[in-house]
């Protein structure tokens, strides 16, 4: 599986929650955040279904953009690499840092709490 780059991540994100959409719909996501040309994301989605992280079915006179890639996997294979660059493969070392760095409540250290009691647990 190809690496998506930030901007493919993006599109992803916007595919992996729609399910499936035409480049407009992913455009009109897209713009919503930062500006950027219809043919820009219609060449970057191009790309994408040729580099195999999308794929597309004809749908009337356009295609319907989906991926073709699993959200979860992915995701997975990128915090990996991150942890593996960025922190010599130690999780811990992300967690404390991503706590030391950030603000937390106390709802969410709670919720860490809990995870961590069903992790010990199993």
Do not use: C
């Not at 493919?8 to 897209?30: A, D, K, M, P, Y």
């Not at 990128?78 to 706590?99: A, P, W």
């Amino acid at each position: 599986m190809p690496n998506p780059t930030q901007a493919e991540l993006e599109i992803l994100n916007i595919l992996w929650q729609s399910g499936e959409s035409r480049v407009q719909e992913v455009h009109t996501h897209l713009s919503q955040q930062r500006d950027i040309g219809y043919t820009t994301t219609l060449k970057a989605m191009q790309v994408m279904a040729q580099k195999g992280l999308l794929d597309r079915r004809l749908d009337g006179r356009s295609h319907v953009y989906f991926p073709a890639i699993q959200e979860r996997a992915t995701k997975n294979k990128l915090l990996s690499r991150f942890i593996d660059n960025t922190f010599g493969g130690s999780s811990s070392q992300l967690v404390v840092q991503v706590l030391g760095n950030a603000k937390v409540s106390k709802e969410e250290l709670d919720e860490i709490r809990a995870y961590l009691n069903q992790i010990e647990d199993e």
